[in-house]
C-alpha cells in the first residue's frame, strides 16, 4: 500500500493508530440531531454478506449506519469510495484485502461509502463477498447506475438490499395520531412535507430553500457532469426542471424532446439517469385487459416534495398554490414509496383509452389495492366514476379515497370504499401489511 492511501485511511480511521479512539470516530461522523428511521427491512448483520443500502444524496444513508455501528464495540474500516486512492485500492478484492491485512489484523468490518464511484462496483463487491473475508460489510450508494448490470445479478444471493428514501410522515410525527388535536400537529408536519420534503437536513435546518439549492448543484455537477459523464449537463437541468412542472402527469417523450432541444433517444437516456440517482420515479399504468387502457405510457413522480419545489413552484405556502393538488399526489406517492416494499410491490396508476383514471394502483403477491387522491376536504363520501368504472372491472380488494377531512366507510357494488385522511396513510398501509 502507497503513502498517500495510507494517509487517507488513517484520515478517515483514526483508530487505525488508537483503537481505544473508535468511539470517538463514531460520535465524529454522528449528527447532533437524529431522527430515527424507520424501514421495511432492517439490517441484518451477516458476516461475508453485503448490507447495501441505496437512496438519493443526502437521505442519511451514512447515519443510518453510523448510528447501526455505534452499538457495536468493534471497530469498522471506512473506505470513502469518493478519494481517487480508495478507488484504486478497489479493483481487486484480493489485493484489497491484502492490503488491508497488512495495516490492521484481525481483519475488521468493512464500511465502502458512496460505491457508485468504483469503476467496476458490482464485481468488486461480488468478489469480495465470495472470497468469505469472515466480516459484516457495510455499502452505501446514491446512485445505482454503475450498479444496476452488476449489482442487482451479481449480488444475488450475496446481498440484503435497503432503499432509504428522504424522511416520512410516519418518521417526523411518531405520536399515535388519535385525536383532533393530535391530528392538527400531523396535518402541520404534512403541510411542511408538501413544500419543503423530506431530506434530514432540509426538515433540520432554518435555511431549507439554500440547502434545496444546494442539492440540486450537487446532481447536476456532482453527478450529472462527473459521474455519469453527460456532455450536456445544462440540458440536463432543462429537462429536470421541465420534469418538476409535469409531476402527476403522462410522460410525452417528444414534446420534452422539443423542449429542451436534444433528440427523444436523449431524453429517454437523461431521464433513466434521474431514475437512477432516485430522483424521479416513472410508474407503469396498470393493464388488467377488461378496458380499453393505456398499457405503455408511464407517469412522472418527483420522489421529495421540497426538491421538486426548488425546480419548479416555489415555497408559497398550501393554501395559496394553483399547484395544491399536484403537489397532494405526488407526496401521497412518496408515501406510497416509503411504506411499500420495493421488491414486492408494484406502485401503478390506471387510465382507460376514454379517459377514466384512478390515481395509484398497487399491486402485492395477493393483493389490490386503489388509491383515489383528493387535496381538499370533503363533506360526504362520494366516488368518481372512474374510481366506479375500475371497481367493477377489478374487483380490488381495498380502495381508499384519501382527503383531508373525512373518515368514513361506504359499500359501492357490494365492496367497501375507505375514506382516509392523508396523514393517515402509513398507518393504514400497515395495518394492511399486517393483514395479509
Known amino acids: 500500500m502507497d503513502t498517500i492511501t495510507l494517509q487517507v485511511l488513517t484520515g478517515h480511521n483514526p483508530w487505525l493508530l488508537d483503537r481505544k479512539s473508535w468511539q470517538e470516530t463514531v460520535t465524529r461522523h454522528l449528527p447532533d440531531q437524529f431522527i430515527p428511521r424507520k424501514l421495511l427491512s432492517s439490517p441484518v448483520l451477516q458476516n461475508n454478506k453485503i448490507n447495501l443500502v441505496i437512496g438519493p444524496r443526502q437521505a442519511g444513508k451514512s447515519t443510518l449506519i453510523w448510528h447501526y455501528l455505534a452499538e457495536d464495540s468493534d471497530p469498522y474500516l471506512l473506505i470513502n469510495c ?61 446512485a445505482s447506475f454503475h450498479l444496476r448490470s452488476k449489482t442487482r445479478e451479481s449480488l444475488s444471493g450475496r446481498s440484503t438490499r435497503m432503499h432509504l428514501l428522504p424522511l416520512g410522515l410516519s418518521e417526523l410525527y411518531q405520536e399515535d395520531i388519535s385525536s383532533l388535536l393530535l391530528e392538527e400537529k400531523a396535518f402541520q408536519t404534512w403541510d411542511e412535507l408538501l413544500i419543503w420534503g423530506g431530506y434530514p437536513e ?143 410491490d408494484s406502485i401503478m396508476y390506471w387510465r382507460s383509452a376514454s379517459g377514466a383514471e384512478v390515481d395509484f394502483v398497487v399491486k402485492t403477491q395477493n393483493k389490490l389495492f386503489a388509491f383515489e387522491i383528493k387535496s381538499g376536504e370533503l363533506n360526504r363520501p362520494k366516488i368518481s366514476r372512474s374510481l366506479r368504472s375500475f371497481i367493477e372491472a377489478y374487483r380490488p380488494d381495498r380502495t381508499i379515497v384519501f382527503n383531508r377531512s373525512l373518515k368514513e366507510t361506504i359499500d359501492v357494488n357490494g365492496s367497501e370504499v375507505l375514506f382516509k385522511r392523508h396523514i393517515h396513510l402509513p398507518s393504514v398501509l400497515a395495518n394492511e401489511r399486517t393483514s395479509r
Open 82 to 142: 469518493e478519494e481517487q486512492s480508495c478507488r484504486e485500492l478497489c479493483t481487486s478484492p484480493a489485493l484489497f484485502l491484502d492490503d488491508i491485512k497488512q495495516i490492521v489484523d484481525p481483519l475488521p468490518g468493512l464500511f465502502f461509502e458512496e460505491v457508485q464511484h468504483l469503476e467496476e462496483a458490482g464485481l468488486f463487491l461480488k468478489g469480495l463477498a465470495d472470497m468469505k473475508p469472515g466480516v459484516p460489510i457495510f455499502v452505501t450508494g446514491s
Open 202 to 344: 432540509v426538515v433540520l435546518s432554518s435555511e431549507k430553500q439554500k440547502i434545496l439549492t444546494q442539492l440540486v448543484e450537487a446532481f447536476i455537477l456532482r453527478d450529472a457532469s462527473d459521474l455519469y459523464k453527460i456532455k450536456r449537463p445544462d440540458v440536463f437541468k432543462k429537462l429536470l426542471s421541465l420534469s418538476a412542472s409535469q409531476i402527476g402527469n403522462l410522460v410525452n417523450y417528444s414534446k420534452l424532446a422539443e423542449n429542451v432541444g436534444v433528440s427523444v433517444n436523449t431524453v429517454i437516456e437523461y431521464l433513466n439517469l434521474m431514475v437512477e440517482s432516485h430522483l424521479i420515479k416513472l410508474i407503469p399504468p396498470f393493464v388488467g385487459g377488461k378496458r380499453a387502457e393505456i398499457t405503455s405510457v408511464p407517469k412522472l413522480f418527483f420522489l421529495d416534495n421540497g426538491l421538486r419545489n426548488v425546480l419548479f413552484g416555489g415555497f408559497t405556502p398550501i393554501n395559496e398554490r394553483a399547484d395544491k393538488g399536484a403537489l397532494t399526489e405526488n407526496l401521497i406517492f412518496t408515501e406510497l414509496c416509503k411504506n411499500t416494499n420495493p421488491l414486492l
